[in-house]
């Protein structure tokens, strides 16, 4: 890595633990200096140096309209031009909640907080309050979030730093959480709240939900009065207008999201049945709150990027991961490289080998093999940029035009072939 990234990267080491504010960005799976991001312009980022990528980490999810979207810009700049937080309602609150609920079947009340993690604590807690149990059932190798009930036999930054809990997670916290693998569905009884689930878990690389899984949970919950709730922070308007309970027809209880609407800002959300929802403070006693929820620039950057994501939008980022999934899993293994490259929708993981993952277990056999590091680094060397860990999906956007992906199949053809050179 070059001199102003490696400058910026000392700097960043004596004033924030790590020198980064999330770990995975640190480059500790997979060992070098990290780029600082200076710039971005829909495919692309450009680091400290000046020097330009392609871009699929895409802030893990948010960029689905490509960096610097000008008409999202716009809507935060005239946003942010009448205030930016005012600690009191707005109608964008509310324009933002009908979009919601009128794009997710089954979703009938929503409340935004500042992010994914919030939404899921604020989630467990509703289920639990309005169920009166307390054990929740999660699944190994989904990340939901760094809550200390949820950081059981995570994926996505814990996997990546190797970790098997986390220090401070005291065993009160996790004493009513259960783990169970992904795609089996486990027995219920009623001390469980809820269930909650990536209904595609894209924490442990990507790994998809085998025929039945999703069905199987509604099953086993509405049989147990438990909660079912999709864990949609990665998926909810990605997978398709109304995210993946849309592609897989299997309706939760409770949903939460976060990324994709805040347009590149920090937001979240819970939604779900008003019958559920009635819960939540003010009207019942699972309290809930927070300064910047519902912050009227995230509501902004939210609004505009639903409102570009029509069903030929999805129909066009679908053509696009496919095109990409396909062409690196060809430039992989005509190297010489056993690769697979599960996709669902418009999202895709990568792994070495020869067999797509089910579960966690398979995914961290693949995922620690030692090629992702190599491959990374190869490709990163060229001017294309996966995420700084195995554990990550990719993440192409509306802007990566066929153009922009043969470039990138072409730039994994000569990477592969180094990485095969110095294998040999």
């Known amino acids: 890595m070059t001199d102003a990234n490696r400058t910026l990267f000392e700097r ?25 991001v200076d710039r971005s312009d829909g ?25 610097a979207h000008p008409v999202v810009l716009e809507a935060i700049s005239v946003a942010a031009s009448r205030g930016t937080s005012f600690g009191a309602p707005t109608e964008a609150e509310v324009v933002m909640a009908e979009m919601v609920v ?3 079947s089954g979703l009938e009340s929503v409340r935004f907080v500042s992010s994914g993690t919030e939404a899921t604590m604020s989630a467990i807690r ?3 309050g309005a169920t009166g149990r307390p054990g929740i059932v999660k699944f190994a190798g989904c990340y939901h979030g760094h809550g200390d009930a949820l950081l059981a036999a995570g994926g996505s930054g814990v996997a ?70 999709f864990d949609e922070v990665i998926t909810g308007f990605r997978l398709a207008r109304g995210g993946a309970a849309e592609r897989f027809g299997v309706t939760p209880d409770l949903w939460c999201f976060g990324k994709v609407i805040g347009g590149g800002l920090p937001v979240g959300a819970f939604g779900g049945r008003w019958n559920v929802m009635e819960h939540l403070a003010p009207l019942g006693g699972v309290y809930q709150g927070g ?28 053509a696009t991961a496919a095109r990409l999934a396909d062409g690196l899993a060809t430039a992989f293994n005509d190297a010489g490289l056993d690769a697979v490259l599960p996709r669902v929708g418009s999202l895709l993981g990568c792994f ?29 060397d060229r001017g294309v940029a996966l995420a700084p860990g195995a554990y990550e999906a990719l993440f192409p956007s509306l802007a990566h035009s066929d153009e922009v992906i043969d470039e990138t199949i072409s730039i994994a053809v000569e990477a592969a072939a180094a990485v095969v050179a110095g294998l040999g």
């Open 102 to 104: 009128e794009r997710i």
């Open 12 to 36: 960043a080491q004596l004033v924030i633990p790590g020198g980064v504010n999330s770990p995975v960005r640190a480059f500790g799976s997979v060992g070098g200096t990290p780029y600082f």
């Open 291 to 318: 300064t910047l929820s519902g912050n009227p620039l995230a509501m902004a950057a939210g609004r505009a990027t639903l409102e570009l994501l029509d069903d030929g939008a999805f129909d066009r980022l679908t």
């Open 352 to 380: 070495f080998g020869d067999v797509a993952p089910t579960d966690f277990d398979e995914a961290k056999v693949l995922a620690d093999n030692g090629i992702y590091p190599k491959v990374f680094h190869a490709l990163l």
């Open 160 to 229: 990546n730093q190797g970790l098997t809990g986390c220090d401070g997670v005291t065993a009160g916290a996790v004493a009513d959480t259960i783990v169970a693998p992904y795609n089996v569905v486990p027995e219920l009884d009623e001390t469980v709240a809820a269930v909650i689930v990536e209904p595609v878990a894209a924490n442990m690389g990507l790994v998809a939900p085998a025929p039945g899984f999703l069905e199987g949970l509604r099953t086993a919950c509405d049989a147990s009065g438990s909660l079912l709730i």
């Open 126 to 128: 509703l289920a639990r």
């Open 43 to 67: 495919p692309y980022v450009w680091d400290a140096d000046g020097r330009r990528y392609i871009d699929y980490v895409q802030s893990y999810g948010p960029g689905i309209l490509g960096h």
